[in-house]
């Protein structure tokens, strides 16, 4: 069991049959009153935050989350296939359970699954990915005053917003956390 006293950031906890990841904490001791623990947790199934309140003498139970380093082999139409890469067992993943990792997901990609009592609660991609664009409005020359973008799509169907030099078949760097556009490789 772990303490309120014990609260770090990133630190992971069970409540109510659901895992919560701490993002911020903080010790409150009132001039009137008992002291409390204020958290801001997140909750890693369906990333909703919530704050909540804790007696300093409350114990919580630890989440163990277990993280397995796993390549994308290929989407069957209904289900993403992966490997463990330590083991080499194959196994699949469901559209629910990739979330929005799909819109970055190429073949033979490395990420990693973290799961809870068996089940897939997030998929962390590499920070930037390298995706092809295979549409975009041709650039016009002199149109760059206005400093803006034009959207392109990429190899995997996301929609990015891009400078305006940027043609069909160049290859992008991207932001997977943000989804912004990095640059040019």
Request: net charge negative; charged share 25%.
């Amino acid at each position: 069991m772990i303490s309120t006293s014990d609260f770090r950031t990133g630190l992971t906890v069970e409540i109510d049959n659901d895992v919560y990841q701490i993002i911020e904490f903080q010790h409150v001791k009132p001039g009137k009153g008992a002291a409390f623990v204020r958290t801001k947790m997140r909750n890693m199934r369906t990333g909703a935050v919530i704050e909540r309140t804790f007696n300093p003498n409350e114990k919580l139970a630890p989440a163990r989350i277990e993280r397995q380093e796993v390549q994308y082999l290929y989407n069957d139409g209904e289900s993403y296939n992966m490997m463990n890469m330590e083991t080499y067992d194959q196994f699949t993943v469901s559209k629910a359970d990739m979330g929005d990792a799909i819109k970055w997901l190429k073949e033979n990609m490395t990420l990693t699954i973290a799961s809870f009592n068996g089940n897939i609660i997030a998929v962390d991609l590499p920070n930037t990915v390298e995706l092809a664009v295979v549409e975009t409005a041709p650039g016009i020359k002199g149109d760059t005053a206005s400093g803006g973008g034009k959207p392109a799509t990429l190899e995997t169907g996301a929609v990015i917003n891009v400078p305006f030099f940027v043609n069909i078949g160049d290859v992008l760097q991207v932001d997977t956390r943000t989804g912004n556009y990095v640059k040019r490789v």
